[in-house]
């Protein structure tokens, strides 16, 4: 494949994302938050076997061959993503929870961080620019209404929340480089398979581990679940659609860079509350989304 078309091809899953977002969030109304995270697996999960499925059978693909290693990378990553969410649940419940937030938003500096250590990624000056800046943007879009953000981000990072929320960027991190390091350790020589196959077996074991939570916690949520199908069934289309190009970019380059570029679905969102909905942003916000938008212009200029 071309160098260039993880581009496009993360700026489709940012777009993905955005509206797997939003029908999470209008289904949060009618089941509860795990229920809710619960169904892009759920849903998604046929969908993603069918399409590995897919490339073997009709595309004409070769069948990757899992080894030991690959099925690690799955176990670490799918893991890493649960523990991270329910971290960033868990901040939620805090009072001051946007420092929590906010610090979550390190998970691309600690993903160029873990790539080098263990995937031996490298960046350019200009990729590690646009990380810091990105990550500043996007932690000071997550104060929301705090009168004093700047002085919020350097004096809290030692509360619970911020260290909470560093966990939870970490462990988001640790799920990208996962799906990097499963998907390379197979060898094969079409990165699509190569994604399409690490899809496949990342959304079954998450599936099943959820499946096995709401079991024993929130029973009562598996009714609801099969209820809302037609909704949670568009969830997880989104999400499979929006996982799998998140895989194919990270395939295709080191996971620091596609996070970044990434980070450009939070000025789709800041564009849409403030067109659409007529909303008015905070200072911080509007300086957040010019970082964020400096950030993706020096990565698009690190390539």
Not at 74 to 96: D, E, K, P
Not at 118 to 132: C, E, H, M, N, R
Not at 196 to 202: C, I, Q
Not at 269 to 281: A, C, G, K, N, Y
Request: hydrophobic share 55%.
């Amino acid at each position: 494949m071309a160098d260039w078309l993880w581009i496009p091809i993360t700026v489709a899953a940012a777009l993905f994302q955005c509206i797997r977002t939003a029908l999470q969030k209008y289904l949060k109304g009618k089941l509860s938050t795990t229920a809710s995270t619960y169904t892009r697996f759920v849903y998604g999960m046929p969908l993603a076997i069918l399409y590995a499925l897919a490339l073997i059978w009709i595309a004409g693909y070769a069948a990757p061959s899992p080894s030991l290693p690959f099925v690690l990378w799955i176990l670490i990553g799918s893991v890493a993503q649960i523990v991270a969410t329910f971290l960033l649940l868990y901040v939620l419940g805090y009072r001051n929870f946007p420092v929590g937030v906010a610090y979550c938003k390190t998970e691309v500096v600690q993903a160029a961080v873990f790539g080098l250590a263990f995937l031996g990624d490298t960046l350019s000056s200009w990729g590690v620019a646009s990380i810091a800046i990105g990550t500043f943007g996007v932690m000071l879009m997550s104060m929301g209404g705090d009168k004093h953000p700047l002085r919020a981000l350097l004096t809290g990072w030692l509360e619970r929340p911020a260290l909470l929320g560093l966990a939870s960027g970490a462990g988001f991190a640790v799920a990208a480089i996962g799906v990097r390091g499963a998907a390379l350790s197979l060898g094969h020589p079409s990165a699509l398979m190569a994604a399409g196959y690490t899809l496949a077996w990342t959304t079954t074991v998450q599936s099943l581990i959820m499946t096995a939570y709401l079991a024993w916690r929130e029973r009562e949520q598996f009714r609801p679940v099969i209820a809302t199908w037609r909704v949670s069934g568009l969830a997880g289309l989104t999400s499979v659609l929006g996982s799998g190009c998140w895989f194919l970019a990270m395939t295709l380059t080191a996971v620091a860079y596609v996070r970044t570029l990434g980070l450009i679905e939070l000025v789709f969102t800041f564009l849409v509350s403030v067109l659409w909905f007529r909303e008015r942003p905070r200072t911080n916000e509007a300086v957040g989304v010019a970082l964020v938008v400096v950030a993706v212009a020096a990565i698009l200029n690190a390539l």
